[in-house]
Structure formats: structure tokens, C-alpha cells
């Protein structure tokens, strides 16, 4: 293959790759944010927090697959806490009781992480098996980054058949259409939307552990996936998982690329895709709330 060629095909795994995690954090914010209507400023800051939890399982077990299993879980736990003791009591203040609560925890997670670990960069070893390169049609591949995408696209079939096959997602989605109308036939909602709160937490924790090899784990690991997934959120469309996904897919690529190809410019580039986006369709490629 001709080696230009290969150039290209490799920037696009690594954008597919970047594309699948900021699909779980976004999937996980288009649930909070998209679905429930809840303005969660902290999400990324969990992102964060959750990679940092995976290296500390690594350092205490030495097994990256303990930290993929454990770390996303303890971060939904202090979602669902975040949710249930804070949020519920700023939720008559609207969206501005939530700007400002969710940005002084993210603020709290930021401070904390500094104090507890420090302010370097806290390398994470991906598991030997995924190390290394696989070669496909005359090409070699990094292993991790084409496990990224499988396991992002598995996630992801899972969260569909759930939120659409099921009569848990049925009773989700009808919760965020009619909170009132679901709680008059003795569905606990409060409960429902503790659930989903948590599941969009985890996903945003399955991401952080999932890219700490890839980026390693700084404080600043926040800003930018942060960024970026509410940019996927706004511009696939509130509560579409659909929407979601090719956003992530186009954004990972617009990264991967224009880091390549136009890095001075990198910095911008999702942001005209959004301003164009929007532009064409207000409501975003997949709207489906006002």
C-alpha cells in the first residue's frame, strides 16, 4: 500500500479511536443532559476522576483489566451521590442551580486530584496483550486503539437493546417524556433518574480509564474531552444516541485530522463544525427535544 495512503487510513483509526471515547462520554452526557434535561458541568470532571481511580487500581493490583472494571463503577457511585444529595435540592433553581453546582464540584474533583496525586502526568500501562501492533490488509494497527473501538461499539449496542428493547428503557424513556404521568402509576422516578444518572457517569468512567494509556493522566485531562462531548451533545441532538455516535465518529475524525493536517487551526476545528451544524439544522442533526 502506498505509503501516503497508509497515512491516511492510520490518522483515521486514531480519529475512529478518539471518536469511540468521546462517544462514551457523550453517550453518558446525552442521557444526563439530553434525556433528563439535568446540566451536568462536573461530567467531564468524572471523566477525569475515573482515570485517576484506574491508576490507582493498576498501582494496587497491577491489573488494568481490575482498573476497567472497578474505576468506572466507584465514579458512578459518586455520580448517584452527586445527583441524589445535591442536585435534587438545587432542581427548583432550574439550569442555573445546576451551572453552579456542577462547576463547583468540578472545581472540588480538580483540586482534589491535584492534592491527592499531584500535578504530573501518571503514566497507565494498557495490559500486555494490547500492546503492540496487528496487521490488517498490509497494514499495522495499534491493538489498543482498534480494542477502544470494539468495546466502545459493544457498549453501545448494549445501552441501544436496553433504553429500546427493554421494559426498563421503556419505563426510562417514558420517565423523561412524563415524569408526572409514570409516578401516578407508582413508578419510583426519583429512583429511575438516580439509574440513569449513574449509567451516564459510568460510561464517562469506562472513557476515562479506557484513554489514560493512550493520553496518560493529568489534571487537565478534563478540558478538552469536555469540551468536545458537549459540542457532540448539542450538535447530534438532545437524547439521540444515534446523533451522538456520528458526531463522535465525525468529530474524532476532524481531530485526527486536523491535528495532521491543519494544526494550527486544531484547536477551532469542532467549533466550526458546530457553528456550521447548527447553522443548516438549529436543533441538531438528530433533535428530538425542544
Do not use: C
Not at 468536545?228 to 474524532?252: C, E, P, R
Amino acid at each position: 500500500m502506498d505509503a501516503s495512503v497508509a497515512m491516511y487510513v492510520a490518522q483515521g483509526i486514531h480519529g475512529l479511536a478518539y471518536g469511540m471515547v468521546l462517544f462514551l462520554v457523550a453517550s453518558g452526557l446525552t442521557l444526563i443532559f439530553g434525556m433528563m434535561g439535568v446540566l451536568n458541568l462536573a461530567h467531564a470532571s468524572f471523566f477525569m476522576l475515573s482515570a485517576y481511580f484506574g491508576y490507582q487500581m493498576v498501582a494496587w493490583t497491577g491489573s488494568f483489566w481490575a482498573a476497567l472494571l472497578v474505576a468506572p463503577v466507584i465514579t458512578a457511585v459518586f455520580g448517584i451521590l452527586l445527583e441524589r444529595f445535591l442536585l435534587k435540592k438545587v432542581h427548583a433553581f432550574g439550569h442555573m442551580g445546576e451551572l453552579i453546582l456542577t462547576v463547583g464540584v468540578s472545581l472540588i474533583v480538580l483540586d482534589g486530584v491535584k492534592a491527592v496525586w499531584g500535578t504530573e502526568s501518571l503514566p497507565l500501562k494498557m495490559p500486555p496483550v494490547l500492546e503492540g501492533l496487528v496487521q490488517i490488509a498490509g497494514m499495522q494497527y495499534p491493538i489498543y486503539r482498534l480494542f477502544i473501538i470494539a468495546m466502545a461499539l459493544v457498549l453501545l449496542g448494549i445501552l441501544s437493546l436496553v433504553l429500546f428493547k427493554t421494559r426498563l428503557g421503556m419505563v426510562v424513556r417514558a420517565a423523561v417524556s412524563d415524569a408526572e404521568m409514570v409516578n401516578a402509576l407508582g413508578i419510583n422516578v426519583p429512583l429511575v433518574f438516580m439509574f440513569v444518572f449513574g449509567v451516564g457517569t459510568w460510561m464517562a468512567g469506562v472513557a476515562g480509564v479506557a484513554i489514560a494509556p493512550i493520553l496518560t493522566v493529568f489534571p487537565g485531562l478534563a478540558d478538552q474531552m469536555g469540551m468536545d462531548a458537549f459540542i457532540v451533545v448539542v450538535v447530534g441532538g438532545f437524547g439521540s444516541l444515534g446523533g451522538a455516535f456520528l458526531v463522535s465518529i465525525i468529530g474524532g475524525l476532524i481531530s485526527s485530522y486536523g491535528v495532521q493536517f491543519l494544526s494550527q487551526y486544531a484547536a477551532v476545528l469542532m467549533f466550526v463544525f458546530m457553528a456550521v451544524a447548527l447553522a443548516i439544522k438549529p436543533k441538531g442533526l438528530f433533535g428530538e427535544r425542544d
